[in-house]
Nanobody
Framework: QVQLVESGGGLVQAGGSLRLSCAAS????????MGWFRQAPGKEREFVAA????????YYADFVKGRFTISRDNAKKTVSLQTSALMPEDTAVYYC?????????????WGQGTQVTVSS
């Protein structure tokens, strides 16, 4: 069982940055692929980024490449998403998730989400 709690969201102007963090509880955090997803109002939840347990493999959605960076610290049981060059279309609730499979899923555990609002 893994519990995930996100933090770091907020209101930022376009071009700004935020660092989102996800704290996990559970004994085997290091074995999970960790991912970030987002859901904008009226839209479906979409994949943002994922990182394997070793950190050696990282995946990004095309729309965040070069702007967002995912990282993890297995000792601290945290995964982070450093965002930069934010745009109004990045406004969404950002969710942390843990996968028992690969970066494509299945994501079995989800956090409650943290709101990111980017003003123009």
């Amino acid at each position: 069982q893994v519990q995930l709690v996100e933090s770091g969201g907020g209101l930022v102007q376009a071009g700004g940055s935020l660092r989102l963090s996800c704290a996990a509880s559970g004994r085997i955090f290091s074995s999970y692929v960790m991912g970030w997803f987002r859901q904008a109002p009226g839209k479906e939840r979409e994949f943002v980024a994922a990182i394997t347990w070793s950190g050696n493999s990282i995946y990004y959605a095309d729309f965040v490449k070069g702007r967002f960076t995912i990282s993890r610290d297995n000792a601290k049981k945290t995964v982070s998403l450093q965002t930069s060059a934010l745009m109004p279309e990045d406004t969404a609730v950002y969710y942390c998730a843990a996968s028992t499979g690969n970066y494509g899923g299945p994501y079995n555990y989800w956090g409650q989400g943290t709101q990111v609002t980017v003003s123009s």
